[in-house]
């Protein structure tokens, strides 16, 4: 595995647009596994044009009063809720996963999911589902983006504190650079806090046609500055 890239940020925020963005730059030259652990399911719906048929909450129900699922079953299971959305792109759905998941489930999932994750060179994650990020190995390659706009932007120091330089991508920002003075409070305070690095903003467009054909070259740029490796996006430039 190469990395993980888990968006977050308030809903509306466009996470699922830029996981879209994302999957369709990296998955040029890689294989990619797409986790929908958000509650919405929208980047499901946009990659497969409907809501999950099968997701992980499902998975778990169907194995509750096993002791002991074998490896097999448990790999044949996920393997069965992955669906292929196009060459190298596959997705899984998280869904619901219960408050009190019984030691067994939690075991269930952490080896399933992350033996599925270890098949792929990245993992793009849509959202911050409560109980995911502790049912994960491999926690310290997440490279989490925090996405915000002038209307959404709870910073919540604690959920990307315990990321090594998470990164914040502003979305959808007045042309003329015109944001309420709370956002900008909140903005400076997040960003003087070093906790945060600010890679880019994207503007808003008035014209929908417009921002389908600049965002991709736009949103790129911020990819750069996520040292993102040169061969899955210097050739992709315009």
């Known amino acids: 595995m190469k990395g993980i890239f888990q968006m977050v940020g308030a809903p509306g925020t466009g996470k699922s647009t830029l996981c879209d963005l994302l999957i369709h730059e990296l998955v040029l030259s890689a294989s990619i596994l797409a986790i929908d652990a958000s509650p919405d399911h929208q980047l499901t719906q ?38 292929s959305v196009g060459d190298d792109l596959e997705l899984i759905s ?3 996963l219960s408050d009190d998941l019984s030691e067994t489930e939690k075991k269930t999932i952490v080896y399933g ?11 793009i994650i849509d959202g911050r589902h409560p109980r995911l990020y ?8 997440i490279r989490l983006i925090w996405v915000a706009t002038p209307e959404h932007y709870d910073f919540d120091p604690s959920v990307y504190e315990r990321f090594q330089t998470p990164a914040l991508i502003l979305n959808q920002m007045p042309a003329g650079g015109e944001v309420p003075e709370e956002f900008e409070t909140a903005l400076n305070k997040a960003l003087e806090s070093e906790s945060l690095v600010l890679v880019g903003r994207l503007p808003f467009y008035a014209d929908p046609d417009e921002r389908v054909r600049q965002l991709p070259g736009v949103f790129r740029d911020c990819l750069y500055r996520l040292d993102l490796p040169a061969e899955h996006s210097d050739s992709q430039t315009t």
Request: hydrophobic share 35%.
């Open 46 to 83: 946009r990659l497969t044009l409907e809501p999950p048929k099968q997701t992980i909450g499902k998975l778990v129900q169907q194995f509750k009063g096993m002791s002991h699922p074998t490896q097999e079953s448990i790999d044949w299971a996920f393997s069965d809720i992955t669906s």
């Open 94 to 96: 998280v869904g619901e």
């Open 134 to 141: 502790h049912l994960l190995q491999h926690k310290e390659m």
């Open 113 to 123: 999911l992350n033996r599925l994750m270890d098949s792929y060179d990245f993992i």
